[in-house]
C-alpha cells in the first residue's frame, strides 16, 4: 500500500538545503582531446527548499535549470557546492549511502516519449525502483504497482501494456508513478506539462497538486516562465545563467520583484486587466544571454542592466534576505 502521511506539513523545516552549486562541464579539443573551456551551466546555485512546499525554478532557456535539478539529486556529480538532504551532506557520501539516499529523491522528466523506454511494459517500468531496492516479493510487487496506477488515475488493467500504447499525458503519469514508487521525499519536476497538449497540462498539475497532499511530497517543479509556476508554487526562484537571482513567496515576487532581471521578467507578462495593461511600463532587456562559456565578471546580468555600477562588475552579490523571506542577489535591489 502507498502509505499516506498522518502528520500536517513540517511547515518551515528545510528538506533541501544548496550553497555555492557548481557544475562545470568541459569542453574538448585539439588532436589530444584537452579541456580547451568549461560550460559553466550552474556557477554558484543556493536555494533552500522547505518540507511539503513546491518551489518554482524559472529562468530562460539554457540558463540552468535541469542541471541544477540533477545535480541537486546527485544524478551529475557536481564540480562544486554542497547539498543537503534533511541534514545530510549529498555531495561527499559513499556511493552505498548515496544510493540508499536516493530512495528518497526522484525525478519526472519533461518529455514523457523519451524517459519512458517503449519496448517495456508499464509493469516493467513501475517495479524497477521496487526490484532494485529490493521492496516485497513479487506479489506484494504487483500489489504495489496497481495501487500506483491506481492512485496516478490510471486503470491497474493496462499493466502489461507497453509505454509506447500511451498518450502523452497518460505516459506522464506513468512516469509519475515510478517517481513515487519508492515513496520519496522530494520530487524534482522537471518542466513536467510542457510537452503535454495544453488541455491535458491542467490534469497533470492537478494530479501532481493531490499527490503532494495526500503523501506530504516536497517539489522542485522547474518551469520555463513564471506564469506557469504562479498558481502551484509556495514560493518562486529565479534563475539567470547559472546562478539564482531571487526568491520570493510566488505572490511577493509578482508585487515587488526586487531584482532588476526578475523586474524584466515580469513587465513581459500581460496583465488581463486592459487599463493597468494600458498604463504598464515594459523593460525591454538589451542584448542576448551570455555564453555561459565565458560570462561576464561580478553580476553576470551587468551587461544587460540599466542599474550597473563599478562594483557590479566587480563583485558577484550574494543571495541575500533583503526583507523578511525574501532573497536576492544584486548590490542595487528593488
Ligand atoms: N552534458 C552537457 N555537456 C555540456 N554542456 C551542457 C550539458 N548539459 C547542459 N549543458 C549546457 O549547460 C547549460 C545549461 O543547460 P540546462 O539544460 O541545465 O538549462 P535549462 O535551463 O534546463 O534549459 P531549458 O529551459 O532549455 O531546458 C546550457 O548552456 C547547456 O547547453
Ligand atoms: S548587482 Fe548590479 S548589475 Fe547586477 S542586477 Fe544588481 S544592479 Fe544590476
Ligand atoms: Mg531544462
Known amino acids: 500500500m502507498v502509505q499516506e502521511v498522518e502528520t500536517p506539513r513540517q511547515a518551515n523545516t528545510t528538506l533541501i538545503d544548496v550553497k555555492g552549486l557548481k557544475v562545470h562541464f568541459p569542453i574538448k579539443g585539439g588532436i589530444l582531446g584537452r579541456t580547451v573551456a568549461q560550460v559553466k551551466a550552474v556557477?554558484?546555485?543556493?536555494?533552500?527548499?522547505?518540507?511539503?512546499?513546491?518551489?518554482?525554478?524559472?529562468?530562460?532557456?539554457?540558463?540552468?535549470?535541469?542541471?541544477?535539478?540533477?545535480?541537486?539529486?546527485?544524478?551529475?556529480?557536481?564540480?562544486?557546492?554542497?547539498?543537503?538532504?534533511d541534514g545530510v551532506e549529498l555531495t561527499t557520501?559513499?556511493?552505498?549511502?548515496?544510493?540508499?539516499?536516493?530512495?528518497?529523491?526522484q525525478m519526472v522528466f519533461q518529455d514523457p516519449y523519451g524517459s519512458l523506454d517503449p519496448r517495456y511494459t508499464v509493469g516493467q517500468i513501475i517495479s524497477e525502483p521496487l526490484e532494485n531496492f529490493k521492496r516485497g516479493n513479487s506479489k506484494e510487487v504487483r500489489d504495489e504497482v496497481a495501487d500506483l496506477?491506481?492512485?496516478?488515475?490510471?486503470?491497474?488493467?493496462?499493466?502489461n501494456r507497453f509505454a509506447h500504447?500511451?498518450?502523452?499525458?497518460?505516459?506522464?503519469?506513468?512516469?509519475?508513478?515510478?517517481?513515487?514508487?519508492?515513496?520519496?521525499?522530494?520530487i524534482v519536476?522537471?518542466?513536467p506539462v510542457s510537452a503535454l497538449d495544453v488541455s491535458i497540462q491542467a490534469q497533470v498539475l492537478n494530479l501532481l497538486q493531490d499527490l503532494q497532499g495526500k503523501f506530504g511530497l516536497t517539489y522542485l517543479f522547474v518551469a520555463h516562465n513564471l506564469s506557469?509556476?504562479?498558481?502551484?508554487?509556495?514560493?518562486?526562484?529565479?534563475?539567470?545563467?547559472?546562478?539564482?537571482?531571487e526568491l520570493a513567496k510566488s505572490e511577493e515576487m509578482y508585487k515587488l520583484p526586487l531584482h532588476?532581471?526578475?523586474?524584466?521578467?515580469?513587465?513581459?507578462i500581460p496583465v488581463p486587466d486592459p487599463n493597468i495593461e494600458a498604463k504598464r511600463k515594459r523593460i525591454i532587456l538589451e542584448g542576448d544571454v551570455p555564453s555561459p562559456v565565458n560570462?561576464?565578471?561580478?553580476?553576470?546580468?551587468?551587461?544587460?542592466?540599466?542599474?550597473?555600477?563599478?562594483i557590479c562588475r566587480e563583485v558577484i552579490p550574494p543571495l541575500e534576505e533583503k526583507q523578511s523571506n525574501h532573497y536576492a542577489a544584486c548590490h542595487f535591489p528593488g
Not at 557520501?93 to 529523491?105: H, Q, Y
Not at 491506481?150 to 499493466?159: D, S
Not at 532588476?260 to 513581459?268: E, I, R, V
Open 43 to 85: 556557477d554558484g546555485v543556493d536555494l533552500f527548499v522547505r518540507h511539503g512546499e513546491t518551489l518554482g525554478l524559472v529562468g530562460e532557456s539554457g540558463c540552468g535549470k535541469s542541471t541544477t535539478g540533477r545535480a541537486i539529486l546527485q544524478l551529475i556529480k557536481p564540480t562544486a557546492g554542497s547539498v543537503k538532504l
Open 93 to 105: 557520501l559513499p556511493a552505498n549511502e548515496l544510493r540508499k539516499k536516493r530512495a528518497e529523491m
Open 149 to 159: 496506477l491506481e492512485t496516478v488515475g490510471l486503470n491497474p488493467y493496462y499493466v
Open 165 to 186: 500504447e500511451f498518450s502523452g499525458g497518460q505516459r506522464q503519469r506513468i512516469g509519475i508513478a515510478r517517481a513515487l514508487a519508492l515513496h520519496p521525499s522530494l
Open 189 to 191: 519536476a522537471d518542466e
Open 228 to 245: 506557469v509556476v504562479k498558481h502551484i508554487s509556495e514560493r518562486v526562484a529565479v534563475m539567470y545563467l547559472g546562478r539564482v537571482v
Open 260 to 268: 532588476p532581471y526578475t523586474q524584466a521578467l515580469l513587465s513581459a
Open 295 to 310: 560570462p561576464p565578471s561580478g553580476c553576470n546580468f551587468h551587461p544587460r542592466c540599466w542599474k550597473a555600477q563599478t
